[in-house]
């Protein structure tokens, strides 16, 4: 066998889903590792559905999480007239037959299939039909001539094998009515024509691979290697639908995890290399194999992808980490500007203290990112005369201090706190409502000092808490 090459082979129908995305990591990690080649075939023959929206979020969003493809990109339907043209190869060598049941006849056999609770396989009315006992006034689907008798077996990589009785693989069709070609038919001329070597892809495909190996053979082509991994689920158990919360790379994009944190929790749904956890790009490359796939289903934990994104937030060089909340502040919230780095970086040691995602770190920034503090009612409402009182005599002591550190604060907080007999959060709330508009956030003395005391001046001298 040749290279390794690999493919993706999504629809551009709809957003890139959370599954899909794990599909296409393990086909780009196997790939890579073996030095070999990863592709992206776009599946955009369901005219209707297929949007060329999609297929840019599509790219876009395999590219955020670090997968890039190689070579040019594949689209289907630029492929359809070899479909169409390996198709009447296999009628004219009797590999397949053309049909003329109905609509009616078909959803006849259906309905008798599911009253005796079976699964429903077409009868194969048509596959010894003469052309002279053809109907003439009906089009045609062209249907594959699968095996009869027998059975066939699934050297599956990750599944180990696995065989099925050949009557269970019904004559599909290779042709609809109106002369396009169905999924099964192009999926396997297009990867024939790819040179695909291992197809890596959800276990939910297992039948159509069985299917698709029948056209391989009587077209004697080589088989690729096939590897079906298991499906994700939900923390209940039920199979992720695009329906699902967060199953969109997006859902997670928006509210602030990593792509290195989600590409990392990805690569260990299922995955397991030792008893290691956390992995670099680069680890992820040669350590990745089918091996570590396993049998059984995942299920989609949120609680642990915030812990991964958690880890990485506080493991990330601070530089890199302020970039990436630039990037997801100017995407979802408001863009920072360039001269607030200087006051945001240095506090990103207690901005991201408790945060799980760049959204936390964005609101513990806020008091930062915008000049303007925004009083909430309720927080107006701690402001009585005793805490104007204690932010009026906080700033007059605060004139004498040339340097902003704990120690020179403390005092001054010290003795308001006994001046006023009361305690830390007596003089420490109104003080941090004043400075930032909320009584929640980051520690005090760090919120002081990240300001400056030209701008903790400013905001302590704001006529609505005065």
Same mark, same amino acid.
């Given at each position: ?69 190689? #070579?040019?990109?594949? &689209?289907?339907?630029?492929? /359809?007239? +070899?479909? *169409?043209?390996?198709? !009447? =190869? ?69 599944? #180990?094998?696995?065989? &099925?009785?050949?009557?269970? /693989?019904? +004559?599909? *069709?290779?042709?609809? !009515? =109106? ?80 792509? +290195? ?206």
């Amino acid at each position: 066998m040749s290279n390794v090459a690999t493919r993706f082979a999504p629809s551009p129908t709809g957003a890139l889903h959370i599954g899909g995305v794990r599909t296409a990591l393990f086909c780009w990690l196997f790939s890579k590792n073996k030095k070999g080649t990863f592709h992206l075939r776009i599946e955009d023959t369901d005219k209707e559905r297929s949007k060329d929206e999609h297929k840019d979020q599509i790219i876009k969003s395999l590219k955020w999480i670090g997968i890039e493809h190689d #070579g040019e990109l594949y &689209i289907q339907s630029k492929k /359809i007239n +070899d479909h *169409i043209a390996v198709a !009447n =190869d296999l009628l004219k060598n009797s590999h397949a037959y053309k049909c003329y049941c109905s609509t009616e006849e078909i959803e006849d056999q259906k309905k008798r299939a599911r009253q005796k609770k079976l699964p429903y396989t077409y009868n194969r009315k048509c596959r010894e039909l003469s052309e002279s006992e053809a109907p003439k006034d009906v089009q045609p689907v062209v249907r594959f001539k699968s095996k009869i008798e027998g059975s066939s077996i699934l050297k599956d990589l990750v599944q #180990g094998d696995v065989e &099925i009785e050949n009557t269970i /693989i019904e +004559d599909f *069709i290779i042709l609809r !009515n =109106d002369g396009t070609p169905t999924y099964n038919l192009s999926a396997t001329v297009d990867d024939h024509q790819m040179n695909m070597t291992h197809i890596i892809r959800g276990d939910d495909h297992k039948i159509n691979t069985f299917k698709q190996m029948q056209i391989y053979l009587v077209m004697k082509w080589e088989v690729p290697l096939f590897a079906h991994i298991p499906l994700i689920h939900t923390i209940e158990g039920k199979k992720l639908s695009k329906r699902d919360n967060a199953s969109t790379l997006d859902d997670y994009s928006k509210i602030g995890i990593m792509p +290195d944190a989600l590409r990392n929790y990805l690569l260990r749904l299922g995955w397991s290399y030792q008893d290691k956890e956390i992995f670099t790009l680069e680890e992820s490359i040669q350590y990745f194999n089918l091996e570590g796939i396993g049998k059984s289903p995942s299920k989609l934990d949120m609680s642990r992808i915030l812990s991964m994104n958690e880890h990485y937030i506080k493991t990330i060089d601070e530089n890199e980490l302020y970039d990436h909340l630039v990037k997801y502040c100017g995407i979802y919230k408001e863009k920072i500007k360039p001269e607030k780095e200087t006051k945001i970086k240095p506090s990103l040691t207690f901005l991201k203290n408790k945060a799980k995602t760049l959204e936390d770190i964005f609101n513990n920034a806020k008091y930062i990112i915008f000049d303007d503090v925004k009083f909430e009612d309720k927080d107006l409402e701690l402001i009585d005369d005793k805490a104007k009182n204690i932010i009026k005599e906080f700033k007059e002591n605060l004139i004498s201090i040339n340097t902003l550190d704990k120690e020179t604060l403390e005092p001054i907080v010290n003795d308001l706190i006994k001046k006023y007999e009361t305690n830390f959060k007596g003089v420490g709330q109104p003080l941090r409502v004043a400075l930032t508009g909320s009584k929640f956030g980051p520690g005090l003395y760090d919120i002081i000092i990240s300001l400056g005391k030209e701008e903790v001046e400013r905001r302590l001298g704001n006529k609505i808490i005065t």
